[in-house]
């Protein structure tokens, strides 16, 4: 099983970015993805994830401004932020579990200026 993402960057308060999470080596229909961030000094956060039905979850810090969303053709799912914080700043990672393992892309970073 691999999950890469990809698709930070560097972006100005009140910006947008997608995020792209690409998986391989499960049966994705099925399979719940979520994405999680990292700040310097924090620990690990949820942020959002989405069921193999299309169920969504999101961190109340981040709802309203983030969609998460899945494409069951391209194994991939995505998460859509919009008006971006520098509180935002983070390195954002794509989780999904398969045979009760959790299985981890390598992370991307955003940074957002104030």
């Known amino acids: 099983v691999q999950l890469q993402a990809s698709g930070g960057g560097l972006v100005h308060a009140g910006g947008s970015l997608t995020l792209s999470c690409a998986v391989t080596?499960?049966?994705?229909?099925?399979?719940?993805v979520r994405w999680y961030r990292q700040s310097p000094g924090k620990e690990r956060e949820f942020v959002a994830s989405?069921?193999?039905?299309?169920?969504?979850n999101y961190a109340d810090s981040v709802k309203g401004r983030f969609t998460i969303s899945r494409d069951n053709v391209r194994d991939t799912a995505y998460l859509q932020m919009n008006s971006l914080k520098p509180e935002d700043t983070a390195v954002y990672y794509c989780?999904?579990?398969?045979?009760?393992?959790?299985?981890w892309g390598q992370g991307t970073q955003v940074t957002v200026s104030s």
């Open positions: 989780a999904s579990r398969k045979n009760e393992y959790d299985y």
């Open positions: 080596g499960m049966m994705f229909s099925s399979a719940t």
């Open positions: 989405i069921a193999g039905d299309f169920r969504t």
